[in-house]
């Protein structure tokens, strides 16, 4: 990963190990969702920057839709959830939009 700072691997991982829906874990749903809070804060910084990388938004993609999917398998936990996939498909949406730009200024965009 480009620029993802190493402290986002970890809690992204503690999160699944802990209690992410439908992987073999303790079922420690709160702790999950405590590790992907703080791993999607540490790496939105980077994934929302004008000079982001792939890597760095595919990290607050996993991150995000994985803090989400656990938000949704508890009970009162929905609209945060939607609230977390609203954010992943803005930051994704900006991101696009700016490679667009470059590749148009590139003359390497293809219109379809």
């Known amino acids: 990963m480009a620029n993802v700072p190493h402290a986002v691997r970890p809690s992204a991982a503690s999160g699944s190990a802990q ?14 969702i405590d590790s992907f809070r ?9 994934a929302k920057s004008p000079d982001t990388f792939p890597a760095d938004i595919a ?4 991150t995000t839709s994985f803090m989400a999917a656990t938000l949704g398998d508890r009970a009162g936990g929905h609209e945060e959830a939607l609230a977390a ?5 803005n930051v994704t949406e900006q991101y696009a ?6 590749d148009d200024a590139a003359g390497t965009h293809d219109a379809q």
């Open 19 to 32: 209690g992410r829906p439908n992987d073999a874990n303790p079922g420690d749903r709160q702790g999950a």
């Open 85 to 89: 996939a609203r954010s992943a498909a």
């Open 59 to 62: 990290a607050y993609l996993d």
């Open 97 to 102: 939009r700016a490679a667009w730009r470059v």
């Open 38 to 46: 703080k791993a999607k804060a540490l790496i939105a910084p980077l």
